[in-house]
């Protein structure tokens, strides 16, 4: 089957680690994005990638990094520069944003 | 002033009733994007329409992109549609640009 998937569902981590977020798809899109969602709060964008070796910064990218080394892959680090990380993490794919189940994070 | 506004923030009908989501925007857009996230935090995407109307199933979404506006109707709505509304526009960078959603409560 086709789809996106990401992984873990729940991720737990101790203030001053580096955490990195799976996002795979098999739909043979080009472009892949991430977001993050906090309560009462509409999605921000974090990374977006167009193509293969290429990212740009979304609104929110101070914290993170990505890579984009395949296509079917766009892993998310969050880095302990991110102050404030706890939230939903959510990763899509093509331009029409089919979207992953989403990563929960929590720093401790 | 957020670039992409959604009314009513909040929703409350009986099962069966007419349902309108209205979005509108303040830049350039390429598209509309119209999402549905599920209490579990799964995000679909409903549509993607540049100008026009579509239409899925009980679902209809307008766009009219001289009054920077659009619309998302629901027709005899059920309990099973109760989900957060979510408009997001793609100013044509590869970005996307959300509202803040609008919660919808169907009542049987």
């Not at chain 1, 873990?8 to 098999?26: A, D, H, I, M, W």
């Not at chain 2, 119209?34 to 549509?47: A, K, R, T």
């Not at chain 2, 026009?52 to 309990?79: D, F, M, V, W, Y």
Request: proline share 5%; glycine share 10%.
């Amino acid at each position: 089957d086709g789809g996106i998937t990401q992984s873990p569902k729940y991720l737990f981590r101790k203030e001053g680690q580096n955490v990195t977020l799976s996002c795979e798809q098999n739909l043979n899109h080009d472009a892949m994005y991430w977001y993050r969602q906090d309560p009462g709060q509409g999605l921000r964008l974090i990374y977006y990638s167009q193509i293969v070796n290429d990212f740009q910064k979304g609104d929110i990218a101070e914290g993170y990094s990505v890579s984009r080394e395949k296509k079917e892959s766009f892993p998310l680090t969050v880095t302990s520069a991110q102050k404030n990380p706890t939230a939903f993490y959510l990763c899509a794919s093509g331009i029409e944003q089919f979207f992953g189940p989403g990563t929960r994070l929590t720093v401790l | 002033k957020n670039e992409v506004e959604q009314s009513p923030q909040n929703l409350t009908a009986q099962e069966g009733e007419f349902i309108t989501i209205n979005c509108s925007y303040s830049v350039g857009i390429s598209a509309l994007h119209w999402l549905q996230q599920h209490p579990g935090g799964g995000i679909v995407s409903l549509f993607m329409l540049s100008s026009g109307k579509k239409k899925h199933g009980r679902l209809i979404a307008t766009i009219n992109i001289q009054e920077k506006h659009s619309s998302l109707h629901i027709t005899a709505s059920h309990p099973r549609d109760s989900a957060v509304y979510i408009c997001a526009v793609s100013p044509g960078q590869g970005n996307l640009i959300f509202g803040k959603g609008t919660k919808l409560s169907v009542k049987p």
